[in-house]
Nanobody, 127 residues
Framework: VQLVESGGGTVQAGGALRLSCTASGFRCDDSAIAWFRRAPGKEREGVGCITFKDGITRYLDSVKGRLTISRDNAKSTMYLQMHSVKPEDAATYYC?????????????????????WGQGIQVTVST
């Protein structure tokens, strides 16, 4: 199982940025990809998730309306589209998944559930 993030970098506050997470090495049908982030000095927090099969999404309340998660199953790639970026969005972003247990949207932000993680990608917000 491999997850590879791409698309990070520096974005101006108020701007937009799209992160990608390409998955390989497993069947996705019953699972999901979640995005987490960790800013310096802060706890890791779930940003959102999307199920592979139905495209059901969940989001952290503070990012609703600004961040959108989508998927392209043909490419095994999930996207995190960020709009109206704020300084507090600056962090290292990780995509994650698990292939051993049925996914539950009710606990999507429980980072301990996820077995596989990408290497992380940095998002810097300039003001």
């Amino acid at each position: 199982v491999q997850l590879v993030e791409s698309g990070g970098g520096t974005v101006q506050a108020g701007g937009a940025l799209r992160l990608s997470c390409t998955a390989s090495g497993f069947r996705c049908d019953d699972s999901a990809i979640a995005w987490f982030r960790r800013a310096p000095g802060k706890e890791r927090e779930g940003v959102g998730c999307i199920t592979f099969k139905d495209g059901i999404t969940r989001y952290l309340d503070s990012v609703k309306g600004r961040l959108t998660i989508s998927r392209d199953n043909a490419k095994s790639t999930m996207y995190l589209q960020m709009h109206s970026v704020k300084p507090e969005d600056a962090a290292t972003y990780y995509c994650s998944t698990d292939v051993y247990r049925p996914f539950s949207t009710s606990s999507w932000d429980n980072w301990g559930w996820y077995t596989y993680w990408g290497q992380g990608i940095q998002v810097t917000v300039s003001t």
